[in-house]
């Protein structure tokens, strides 16, 4: 069974970055794609950005394109998602994700079966 810890939340002005990390064990990291999420108080689990297995594809949700990169290290076992130009409604717990795929090159926005307990993030203005 797979498990994934995240770490890296903080509370930060806006305009700070941050980079959250997610260490997987307990099985093959090389076979998931591997995804971020956020919920913010009172709203869904929302996809924030998915890297596929081989680290070649990527995919962002619009809020975030050209603030957030995603990346991996599959010697290191670890998926990081670097956080920059911090908005107050980026603030959320930020969970870390992963998706068995065959597919080498696909960065699934659903699917995901395994998760982190989550870090939060808050951005103040």
């Known amino acids: 069974q797979v498990q994934l810890v995240e770490s890296g939340g903080g509370s930060v002005q806006a305009g700070a970055s941050l980079r959250l990390s997610c260490v997987v064990s307990?099985?093959?990291?090389?076979?998931?794609?591997m995804g971020w999420f956020r919920q913010a108080p009172g709203k869904d689990r929302d996809i924030v950005t998915a890297i596929s297995r081989s680290g070649g594809n990527t995919y962002y949700t619009n809020s975030v394109k050209g603030r957030f990169v995603i990346s991996r290290d599959n010697a290191k076992n670890t998926v990081y998602l670097q956080m920059n130009t911090l908005k107050p409604e980026d603030t959320a717990v930020y969970y870390c994700?992963?998706?068995?795929?065959?597919?080498?090159?696909?960065?699934?926005?659903?699917?995901?079966?395994?998760w982190g307990q989550g870090t939060q993030v808050t951005v103040s203005s």
């Open positions: 994700a992963a998706s068995p795929q065959t597919d080498s090159s696909y960065a699934p926005s659903y699917g995901y079966i395994s």
């Open positions: 307990g099985s093959a990291f090389s076979v998931y794609a």
